[in-house]
């Protein structure tokens, strides 16, 4: 009987205890609620009281799966949404002044501002400020991308540090688990302080568990790869065909990609973004302003300033000079000018495809012939291709360049070589030409008439303002648009493009946030059906609370009464 009672007091004890730890948790959201398991305890076939079986956390493994799951998608749900909320913030809504897309608006309609009247200094020099104001724009825009896309590499990497710990900690309590479970020991603290670590590492890497026969559980990558039971592989991010991938290194094995395989975590979407998004946005930046340039470019080349420079210097070209010439169709016609405007020496040169032609009726075959005869033709003025740079000087004479290409949307003689180009640079970083910033009169308005035979009368006015009309309707030209980050390529306007542009990003940044809702949203229900079976209900801990005081009070009762039998046996012997 006191045999009975005494392991009814233990029982009672430990329930008690369990309990007590139970309510103590009942605010930890990640606590497991804990139950004693106990049975009939016997001696040589006889009944000698109660023992306890076992203490065993109430873990649900699906819910706990689904929970970690849904953990690692709203983490990677809530990277991307905060990282393209920065992208929408740099970029700028469309209403709004400083967004990319208003800022072209305004350079556009600053030239158109500017040739509805005479041109003054003012005027053209508000022209060029607004149009370097928006390559600065898209500039800048391109470097905050940068940095984004640098933060969240530093991100990725300290949410893989704190991962390795989290899985060095995950293989350090499997080994005292498994002693625990060895030795009967109560391992549901070890076990509980495990969950807890799995729970946390869920949000940066997507995992699976399998649990042991133990009590511990092996950590497994989303592909199989176990990186933590007993012993741990680590994470890292490298740099793989200019790439961030992210890497499980195990001792004994090549390190093993499994980039693709992480559906979820912090870890995801930052290696998202660095990969795919930030490249197709910069692409689409880049593909923007190159070809806001060229568009400019190619109407700045086919107009001239007033008076007409006496020096036109091409841009370094990546090819030599007999691939640049099998690029040009039509013709082209440069005229030697006075200082009055008056031409006073032309040149016609007809391409006939390949490095072919003629140059005033003589024919040329290649780059060699090709400058021999545009010097014999131009003397005194002359034409030079140096360190793939073409350069036309008038020898005192102005110069004014005219192209008619077949077809026409072809790039002209001027804009291929770069010979009176607005803007220089490339793409996204591209700023006005040095010599027109320092002096707005170098910009080019008027449009030159070659057409006719050298003599008397000026074939550019001064007062001609075609050329600021033409850039002020470039927002308006069809271009042939690179596919290029995800856009869709052909043709389409500048101002189209840029609209699209923005509508993207205003769009993907809505998804990532309808993403980041449903997600949580999903979370916060797994969440609440696992802590239905897991978590801690204080009214059931009441009841088991006066359930096992009222089993300790029932063995102690025993106990007194054992007691009081053996003062009776006791007494009865005197």
């Known amino acids: 009987m006191m045999s009975n009672a005494g392991s009814?007091?233990?029982a009672a004890q430990t329930g008690l205890k369990i309990t007590s730890d139970n309510m103590a948790n009942v605010d930890n959201a990640r606590y497991v609620r804990k139950v004693v398991d106990l049975q009939s305890a016997s001696s040589g076939g006889s009944g000698s009281g109660v023992e306890?079986?076992?203490?065993?956390?109430?873990?649900?493994?699906f819910l706990q799966s689904a929970t970690l799951g849904a953990t690692?998608?709203?983490?990677?749900?809530s990277v991307i949404a905060d990282l393209m909320d920065q992208v929408q913030s740099l970029f700028g809504l469309p209403t709004a002044?400083?967004?990319?897309?208003?800022?072209m608006q305004e350079m556009f309609t600053a030239f158109t501002q500017m040739a509805a009247s005479e041109p003054t200094l003012a005027s053209r020099s508000s022209a060029l400020n607004s149009t370097q104001d928006f390559f600065d724009r898209a500039a800048a825009f391109a470097g905050g991308i940068r940095d984004i896309a640098s933060q969240a590499a530093g991100r990725a990497r300290d949410d893989v540090a704190r991962a390795n710990v989290l899985l060095e900690s995950v293989a350090d309590y499997n080994q005292k688990i498994s002693h625990g479970t060895a030795t009967g020991s109560d391992v549901t603290g070890l076990q509980q302080r495990q969950s807890e670590m799995i729970d946390e590492l869920s949000g940066i890497i997507d995992v699976q568990l399998q649990p042991t026969s133990y009590g511990g559980v092996v950590v497994r990558a989303f592909d199989g790869r176990e990186v933590a039971g007993l012993d741990v592989s680590k994470l890292s991010i490298e740099t793989v065909g200019?790439?961030?991938r992210l890497i499980i290194n195990t001792t004994g094995f090549p390190p093993h990609d499994v980039t693709s395989w992480s559906k979820g975590g912090s870890v995801s979407g930052y290696l998202d973004f660095i990969n795919t998004t930030a490249p197709a946005v910069t692409d689409q930046l880049t593909e923007l302003t190159q070809q806001t340039a060229t568009e400019m470019n190619r109407i700045h080349n086919a107009h001239s300033p007033v008076p007409a420079p006496t020096k036109l210097e091409g841009k370094v070209i990546a090819t030599n000079l007999d691939t640049a010439l099998a690029t040009q169709s039509g013709s082209t016609t440069i005229g030697l000018l006075n200082d009055a405007g008056e031409m006073t020496q032309k040149v016609d040169i007809q391409f006939a495809g390949g490095t072919t032609g003629t140059i005033n009726g003589v024919a040329f075959t290649d780059s060699a012939t090709f400058l021999t005869e545009v010097n014999a033709a131009l003397a005194p003025a002359t034409a030079t291709f140096v360190g793939g740079r073409l350069t036309l000087d008038g020898g005192g004479s102005r110069l004014a360049v005219t192209s008619a290409p077949s077809p026409a949307t072809a790039p002209g003689f001027s804009?291929?070589?770069?010979?009176?180009d607005l803007l220089v640079g490339e793409a996204p970083d591209i700023s006005i030409r040095k010599d027109i910033q320092a002096n707005p009169l170098g910009l080019s308005l008027a449009r030159p008439d070659l057409s006719g035979v050298p003599g008397p009368g000026p074939v550019i006015l001064?007062?001609?303002?075609?050329g600021g009309d033409a850039l002020g309707e470039a927002g308006k030209s069809m271009v042939n648009f690179n596919a290029v980050g995800g856009a869709i390529g052909g043709m389409q306007s500048l101002n189209d493009y840029v609209t699209g542009f923005g509508s993207n990003i205003a769009r993907q940044t809505d998804v990532a946030f309808t993403r980041q809702a449903n997600s949580q949203a999903v979370l916060l229900e797994t969440s609440a059906r696992r802590a239905n079976v897991e978590g801690v209900s204080m009214d059931e801990e009441l009841v088991n609370l006066?359930?096992?005081q009222q089993a300790y009070n029932a063995s102690a009762r025993m106990i007194q009464a054992v007691s009081e039998l053996y003062d009776v046996l006791l007494n009865l012997g005197r």
């Open 415 to 420: 804009q291929t070589f770069g010979l009176n």
């Open 97 to 103: 002044s400083h967004s990319i897309s208003s800022q």
């Open 52 to 61: 306890v079986a076992g203490i065993r956390r109430v873990a649900d493994q």
């Open 242 to 244: 200019g790439e961030q």
């Open 8 to 10: 009814g007091l233990r």
């Open 462 to 466: 001064k007062g001609d303002t075609r």
């Open 72 to 77: 690692a998608s709203s983490s990677k749900a």
């Open 546 to 548: 006066t359930t096992y």
